[in-house]
């Protein structure tokens, strides 16, 4: 099974800032990826996702990430967050062979004005 | 607009007592999954269905926890004898089971337990 890494756990950024969260998963092998996004009290939201083709992916709310498989690596970014980004991100892999994501711990990104 | 509803949104229960939370996946999804959250363990997936079969509920408490789909439209996960333990935020998800992968998650039903 795929293990997922988000190497930051709290990423406090001020308004109008870039900010960027950093996931690694463990394996080398085609994988899906994704990030998705949790607001205070509310269910899980898909940002934006990676199946195949080019390796910069662009999602809602001005988000991007960028697949770089040799680092395995999937991080977001944004370059310049607003009050409403404040929330936790996870990233979550898939390596195709069931239907199940993995997901990382997530990192809680707090925008201050 | 299509998405996963929950219910009950909030359950407040004391310990002992029998907790069936329920949740109607996207119309036209089959593939359907639990997850528990908590601050100290993050989000865990408890078990998943494929066309209302279970695939995997290796992540659940057999003794006191049970997950079914009695038909395509809902999907159950019934906790029986709850304890404080189990206070959590429990979300359901369904996925088009496609290539994609992707899942739509639910509000959650917020489980505490006295």
């Known amino acids: 099974a795929q293990s997922v890494t988000q190497l930051d756990s709290q990423v406090p950024v001020f308004e109008e800032a870039p900010v960027e969260l950093r996931c690694n998963y463990s394996s080398s092998v085609s994988v899906y990826l994704f990030w998705y996004v949790q607001y205070p009290n509310q269910g899980l939201q898909l940002l934006l996702k990676y199946l195949s083709g080019s390796t910069l992916v662009k999602g809602i709310n001005g988000f991007e990430a960028e697949f770089n498989k040799s680092q395995t690596s999937f991080h977001l970014r944004k370059p310049s967050v607003h009050i409403s980004d404040t929330a936790e991100y996870f990233c979550?892999?898939?390596?195709?062979?069931?239907?199940?994501?993995?997901f990382g711990a997530g990192t809680t990104v707090t925008v201050r004005a | 607009d299509a998405r996963v509803t929950q219910t009950p949104r909030h359950k407040v229960t004391e310990m002992g007592q029998e907790v069936t939370m329920r949740c109607q996946p996207i119309l036209g999804h089959n593939t359907v999954f639990w997850y528990r959250q908590t601050m100290m363990q993050g989000l865990e997936l408890l078990a998943y269905f494929r066309n209302r079969a279970p695939l995997d509920d290796s992540g659940m408490p057999k003794d006191r926890f049970s997950a079914e789909m009695p038909d395509a439209t809902l999907a159950t996960l019934k906790i029986q004898p709850s304890e404080p333990r189990d206070s959590a935020v429990y979300f359901c998800?369904?996925?088009?089971?496609?290539?994609?992968?992707?899942?739509?998650f639910g509000p959650g039903t917020r489980l505490t337990v006295t």
């Open positions: 979550a892999v898939s390596d195709g062979d069931d239907y199940k994501l993995s």
């Open positions: 998800a369904s996925g088009a089971g496609t290539v994609s992968y992707e899942q739509y």
